[in-house]
Nanobody
Framework: QVQLVESGGGLVQAGGSLRLSCAAS????????MGWYRQAPGKQRLLVAA???????NYADSVKGRFTISRDNAKNTVYLQMNSLKPEDTAVYYC??????????????WGQGTQVTVSS
């Protein structure tokens, strides 16, 4: 079994910064793409940023230039550095990862979500 454990959410004023972390643990052979999604109340869950095992990245247009995704493959951990936060960034942020198990089967997993609230 695999767990994705997120941390780093909280309440911040507009213009502030937060750093989210998501660590994968369990029966892991390797980790392919990892990403962060967010879901605001009453809205769809949408991709914020993603990073491949080779560290290629892509971002939603709304966060380009403000957010940076990175990963530490040795720790099976992905990070999201969020700067210049805006009230519209308020959402529950979810980590997602494609895990290759020790039996070489692949599955996608979600973290439990962490709340980010940006006050104006």
């Amino acid at each position: 079994q695999v767990q994705l454990v997120e941390s780093g959410g909280g309440l911040v004023q507009a213009g502030g910064s937060l750093r989210l972390s998501c660590a994968a643990s369990g029966s892991i052979f390797s980790v392919n793409a990892m990403g962060w999604y967010r879901q605001a109340p009453g809205k769809q869950r949408l991709l914020v940023a993603a990073i491949t095992s080779g560290s290629s990245t892509n971002y939603a247009d709304s966060v380009k230039g403000r957010f940076t995704i990175s990963r530490d493959n040795a720790k099976n951990t992905v990070y999201l550095q969020m700067n210049s936060l805006k009230p519209e960034d308020t959402a529950v942020y979810y980590c997602n990862a494609e895990i290759v198990h020790t039996n070489r089967l692949k599955y996608k997993y979600w973290g439990q979500g962490t709340q980010v609230t940006v006050s104006s």
